[in-house]
């Protein structure tokens, strides 16, 4: 009945969806409208994140340098390389 529902909702369940009908079955409730409806529900989007070996970048940046300020810097210039992108990209 799942690999039904995954291929009908092109979509697997989060940890979160899957718990739920785990919980829906061991009470004797979980049957295709059910796992329909919890399947179908819209999924937060996952957190992307990213990080450097502080070693790597150290060397980019002044001894006094604060974690927090390489990476307002590294986000500043990530900005301005952006906008020079899209600059060329309207010629």
Do not use: C, H
Request: avoid cysteine; charged fraction near 30%; glycine fraction near 2%.
């Amino acid at each position: 009945m799942l690999v039904t529902t995954m291929d009908y909702e092109q979509a697997t369940p989060s940890l979160s969806q899957a718990q739920r009908m785990k919980k829906f079955s061991q009470a004797g409730r979980l049957n295709e409208d059910s796992m329909l409806a919890i399947m179908s529900e819209e999924k937060k989007p996952e957190k992307f994140s990213l990080t450097f070996d502080g070693d790597r970048i150290r060397k980019y940046f002044p001894k006094s340098y604060t974690p927090l300020q390489m990476e307002n810097t590294i986000i500043k210039l990530l900005e301005a390389w952006q906008k020079k992108r899209q600059r060329s990209q309207e010629r």
